[in-house]
């Protein structure tokens, strides 16, 4: 395997954005692999999910978003801490900033850093990148479930942590009425999954489990198409847990008979490359994908904080 670019770097070229209306004042937008969002019509307001990287990325989105609705943001939904879901929110003016209890202490605890690493990984995102004010801090969090009255017959926005995943704190929107839910990067269609902040073991058991559980009928992911029908939302979910537990069986096999990190991400990128490798950000996500695998396996509980150093140390160690 010779030397790739690091991460995403090299990858400079503009995606086509796609808004679908999925049902009456739901809205998704998808671009390519790139980050999704959406919004939901309440009576009176607007309830949007994440935030993109930057305020001028965001303000693109509001823009397409406006041919639709005028309705005032009340909440701004964040489903985890990456920088590239919520350093935007500040073009919302939103009253309330919604997450996790967990993301607003991860936020604390390694917001800085990881806004370092992820613009220097993926600088396309970070379009506009000085127009960050600062990291975005959640004015709401809640730890299990929080419903949102949408008003008249539009029914519930569910908000639910359904257990670790892609990181301590990742929620989903689910409105039961239309069958809709905004998952976040715990399920992806046709993108490659990003773990280096996970919890692998949880997520694809019990947490896609009570994600499948759900009984969706169109899914939004975090990155990739919408999926649409009980049978694309379920081969979504499927294949999101069969790219976890792939990783799960190629790094434990690899640490068992005593070989090395960089053994285990090559016997990890065969067995995914076939289904996976065409796939956006592939080769982006996986050696800080299993690195994140070795650790967790080697019983380090919670994922290391990535910094900019340390991302090129492992992108060196492993993808070359």
């Known amino acids: 395997m010779t030397a790739l670019s690091f991460a995403s770097s090299a990858d400079l070229g503009e995606k086509e954005q796609t808004l679908e209306i999925l049902a009456d004042g739901v809205y998704a937008l998808t671009a390519e692999g790139d980050p999704n969002l959406g ?8 309830v949007c999910f994440e ?11 509001l823009a397409k978003l406006r041919e639709h609705t005028d309705k005032p943001v009340r909440y701004l939904v964040l489903s985890h801490y990456h920088a590239v879901r919520v350093l935007g929110a500040s073009a919302f003016d939103a009253d309330t900033i919604v997450a996790h209890e967990n993301t607003y202490n991860l936020i604390a605890e390694r917001g800085r850093e990881d806004w370092e690493s992820e613009f220097g990984r993926m600088p396309r995102l970070a379009k506009g ?8 801090w959640p004015t709401l969090t809640f730890s299990d479930r929080l419903t949102i009255d949408l008003g008249g017959d539009r029914g519930n926005l569910v908000l639910q942590h359904l ?24 399920v992806e269609a046709q993108a490659a999954l990003y773990t280096g902040d996970a919890f692998h073991r949880d997520w694809s058991t019990g947490t896609l489990d ?12 975090g990155r990739g198409a ?41 016997a990890t990128h065969a067995a995914l490359f076939d289904r996976y490798g065409h796939w956006p950000i592939f080769e982006h996500c996986l050696p800080f994908d299993v690195s994140r695998v070795w650790d967790e396996l080697s019983g380090i509980e919670r994922p290391v904080i990535w910094t900019a150093e340390r991302d090129h140390e492992v992108w060196a160690q492993l993808q070359s």
């Open 39 to 46: 919004a939901v019509e309440g009576e009176d307001f607007l």
């Open 51 to 61: 935030a993109l990287a930057t305020p001028v990325a965001a303000r693109d989105w």
């Open 129 to 136: 990148a000085d127009s960050v004010p600062g990291l975005t």
């Open 163 to 186: 257990g670790r995943g892609h990181t301590e704190g990742d929620i989903v929107a689910w409105l039961p009425q239309q069958k809709i839910l905004f998952a976040g990067d715990l």
């Open 210 to 221: 009570r994600i499948k559980a759900l009984g969706a009928e169109a899914l939004v992911g």
């Open 226 to 266: 919408v999926s649409r029908g009980r049978e694309e939302v379920d081969a979504a979910i499927e294949q999101t847990r069969h790219f976890l537990n792939v990783m799960l069986t190629e790094v434990e096999t690899v640490q068992r008979r005593g070989g090395t990190l960089k053994e285990a991400f090559e």
